[in-house]
Structure formats: structure tokens, C-alpha cells
T-cell receptor, first 112, second 110 residues
Framework: DTAVSQTPKYLVTQMGNDKSIKCEQN?????MYWYKQDSKKFLKIMFS???????INETVPNRFSPKSPDKAHLNLHINSLELGDSAVYFC???????????FGPGTRLTVT | QKEVEQNSGPLSVPEGAIASLNCTYS??????FFWYRQYSGKSPELIMF????GDKEDGRFTAQLNKASQYVSLLIRDSQPSDSATYLC??????????FGAGTTVTVRA
């Protein structure tokens, strides 16, 4: 199946822990994104990589660090998790010359 | 002022009717406009995009764009219960960054 995939789908962890979320796309896209959707369902861009280079870095705590090992993968590492980090994190991808973004299934992060 | 504004709803329409969703944006430099559908507990799904003023039709969906008035709308004709979802408007300046509205929840009554 051609798609954007994320792992894990659910992540429950305690405050202070460090965790990672992985994203892969096999659509042949050049650009990948991380979004956060909070409890009010507002979807906000966090990071974007184009051909492994960081091109968008919104006002996000530096506890969040994205890493793109290649064009098809974009991972998100979060240090020292806080209660306010609880949200659904979506990965997305698009072809470089369009902004039609396609989303992965999301990772629901719960920090207790 | 929010970058992208939508009525939160819920918008309740009877089956077979037309659902009309509106979206306004603040940045006059915006170039690309998108509608996403998000079912509860699922990811946003791209259903329409429009780049030029006027109407764009795709099946039962029509997107309308008026850059002078800074609004974009989505019409869903012959609404079905399966159209019940939250519809997100997104706007872009051609700089990779999509700005999303908070979404309009649509309920189609059988």
C-alpha cells in the first residue's frame, strides 16, 4: 500500500521520559511534516523537512527534535515529556512543487 | 485575528441536502487552499484543493474561492450520513506551511 505510516499508534508514558515516534512514506514525496493536534482538535505545524533539510521549525520547545535519515523517513524524538505534550501527532508528506499534504494515521501520546 | 477562521458548528443538514461550509483567511498573500475531512479518531484526508478564483467541482464536492474577499467555501451536494465529519480548511503561501482552521463539524441526519 502506498501511504504515510507512523509507529506507534498509541504511546502512554510517564512525565520525564524520553520517547520517539517514527514516520515513513512510500509516496516518493520530497517533503515531510510533523503536526500536533491538541484536545481542541486544532492542527498546528511543528517541523518540516525537504530532502532531509529542515525548512520549517515553529516555536516548539527544544525538547522536541526531528530527524530525517532520508527523504522517506522523518522521526520525532521528545525529551523530558510533560503533561502538556499529550496530543495526537500526525506526520504528513507532499511533493516538493505542491502543497497537497497527505497525512499518516497519527500517534496518540498520553503523558501521565 | 486568527489566520484561518471557520464556524465550528455543528452544522446539521438532512440527508440529500446541500451542506455549505465557509472559511476566511487573513493573509492576502495566500496562494493555495485546501479542504480536509477528518472523521473522529482518524487522520485528516485531503478532499479538495483550489488555486484560482472561481469554482472547482469534484463529484459531490465544490470548492469556491474568492481571493478579493479572502474566503473559500466547500459545498457538499446530496449529503450522505457518511459525510458526517469535521472539515478543516487550510491555507498556504506556497512556503510549505499549511495554516489550518479549527474545523467545522458536519452532521448529516438520516
Amino acid at each position: 500500500d502506498t501511504a504515510v505510516s507512523q509507529t506507534p499508534k498509541y504511546l502512554v508514558t510517564q512525565m520525564g521520559n524520553d520517547k520517539s515516534i517514527k514516520c515513513e512514506q512510500n509516496l516518493g514525496h520530497d517533503t515531510m511534516y510533523w503536526y500536533k493536534q491538541d484536545s481542541k482538535k486544532f492542527l498546528k505545524i511543528m517541523f518540516s523537512y525537504n530532502n532531509k533539510e529542515l525548512i520549517i521549525n515553529e516555536t516548539v520547545p527544544n525538547r522536541f527534535s526531528p530527524k530525517s535519515p532520508d527523504k522517506a523517513h522523518l522521526n520525532l524524538h521528545i525529551n523530558s515529556l510533560e503533561l502538556g505534550d499529550s496530543a495526537v501527532y500526525f506526520c504528513a508528506s507532499s511533493q516538493e512543487n505542491t502543497n497537497e499534504q497527505y497525512f499518516g494515521p497519527g500517534t496518540r501520546l498520553t503523558v501521565t | 485575528q486568527k489566520e484561518v477562521e471557520q464556524n465550528s458548528g455543528p452544522l446539521s443538514v438532512p440527508e440529500g441536502a446541500i451542506a455549505s461550509l465557509n472559511c476566511t483567511y487573513s493573509d492576502r498573500g495566500s496562494q493555495s487552499f485546501f479542504w480536509y475531512r477528518q472523521y473522529s479518531g482518524k487522520s485528516p484526508e485531503l478532499i479538495m484543493f483550489i488555486y484560482s478564483n472561481g469554482d472547482k467541482e469534484d463529484g459531490r464536492f465544490t470548492a469556491q474561492l474568492n481571493k478579493a474577499s479572502q474566503y473559500v467555501s466547500l459545498l457538499i451536494r446530496d449529503s450522505q450520513p457518511s459525510d458526517s465529519a469535521t472539515y478543516l480548511c487550510a491555507v498556504n503561501r506556497n512556503d510549505y506551511k499549511l495554516s489550518f482552521g479549527a474545523g467545522t463539524t458536519v452532521t448529516v441526519r438520516a
